[in-house]
């Protein structure tokens, strides 16, 4: 199984505010990686845009004179950040986004790759989750950070999908959100209407999870298919693998341009161009708002076993709806995950 290239981008920036002002922002920090997140689809571009708020709001500061609140003056900074960082890199997408057919033959499927910017992102849950609160409140933060609905927000305008974010999911009044964006609340109403119509059009999007009407939860079955998931990759049984599996379920593998579609291939990828990834470890995680997982892959000194790939899943009915393997292994790091595991 051929290894990611090496990421040609710099990560986070790590410059520091001053103590005094630090303690004043960075209960806002979480909720604005979020934001910043939803806007970009990228963990390393939120990460950036939210330092890169703070320092602006660090310089600003005494032009900041309480018209109002500290938190929208920092909304205002963020958005506009974001907005410049969409003008500048574009927008992210997921494999299935670049190509109406999956990769055929499976043999063939590494025959093509996009640089790490390309692609959608993930986001683990500890960083723009709220640590406590209203059950509901978190709930709808869990909706609105799940990859197809971020992949869904990428096609969106950049002004229309702040508008969304900031009105359907954070709950800003359009008055205030016309206030955050200069313009009028009129205008505001009309890119609301023109971004909810497009993403009801997207048929993997449930706007209404995303946005507070009905959300999910991940229930006992899901918990056990989750165990099981594990017992099969982990002793490479693909007779137990495969009845975990919806009938239309997809597997994508950023930065290639491959996706597959149904048990069939999925199973072929894996015993094919994926048998490297026998004796690998999984860890638990929770990434966009779903269970996920940490693997480690063997080819370490020593049988250490080295990160390989964060497998995002999307179950649905008991099953697996949706595998994405992410192969940036930064993301271990950021992640703050173990830089190897023991041999098995």
């Known amino acids: 199984m051929p290894a990611p290239a090496s990421p040609d981008r710099t990560t986070t920036t790590t410059t520091t505010l001053p103590a005094d002002l630090e303690p004043r922002l960075a209960e806002h920090r979480r909720e604005l990686t979020g934001y910043c997140y939803r806007m970009l689809g990228s963990a390393f571009d939120a990460e950036d845009a939210v330092q890169e708020t703070m320092l602006r709001a660090w310089r600003s500061l005494d032009g900041f004179e309480g018209r109002s609140s500290l938190r929208s003056w920092l909304y205002r900074i963020a958005t506009n950040v974001c907005l410049t960082a969409i003008e500048t890199r574009g927008r992210r997408a997921r494999p299935m986004d670049l190509s109406a057919a999956a990769w055929e033959p499976v043999e063939a499927s590494l025959a093509a790759r996009q640089p790490e910017d390309t692609w959608l992102e993930p986001m683990v849950d500890s960083r723009v989750l709220p640590a406590a609160g209203d059950p509901a409140d978190v709930a ?41 964006l200069e313009t009028t609340t009129a205008s505001v109403n009309s890119a609301l209407q023109r971004a909810r119509a497009t993403l009801a059009a997207r048929p993997d999007v449930d706007l209404d999870a995303a946005t507070g009407a009905r959300g999910t939860d991940l229930d006992a079955g ?24 919806a009938e239309d379920v997809t597997q994508n593998m950023p930065p290639f341009e491959m996706w597959l579609q149904g048990p069939r291939d999925v199973v072929r990828w894996m015993v094919g161009p994926g048998r490297a990834c026998r004796g690998s470890v999984l860890v638990r995680l929770d990434v966009n708002g779903s269970p996920a997982f940490a693997q480690y892959k ?47």
């Open 140 to 180: 709808v933060a869990r909706e609105s950070i799940r990859l197809a609905f971020v992949a869904a927000l990428q096609h969106l305008p950049p002004r229309q999908r702040a508008v969304l974010i900031l009105r359907d999911v954070l709950r800003w009044r359009a008055e205030e959100v016309a206030g955050l």
């Open 222 to 245: 899901h918990r056990e298919l989750l165990e099981r998931y594990v017992r099969a990759f982990e002793s490479y049984d693909m007779d137990a693998f495969v009845a975990l599996l």
């Open 298 to 344: 063997p080819g370490g000194a020593g049988g250490a076993l080295e990160p390989w790939a964060i497998h995002a899943l999307e179950l649905r009915d008991g099953r697996i709806r949706r595998i994405t393997s992410f192969l940036d292994t930064r993301l271990f790091a950021h992640f703050g995950l173990p830089p190897r595991q023991p041999p098995r």
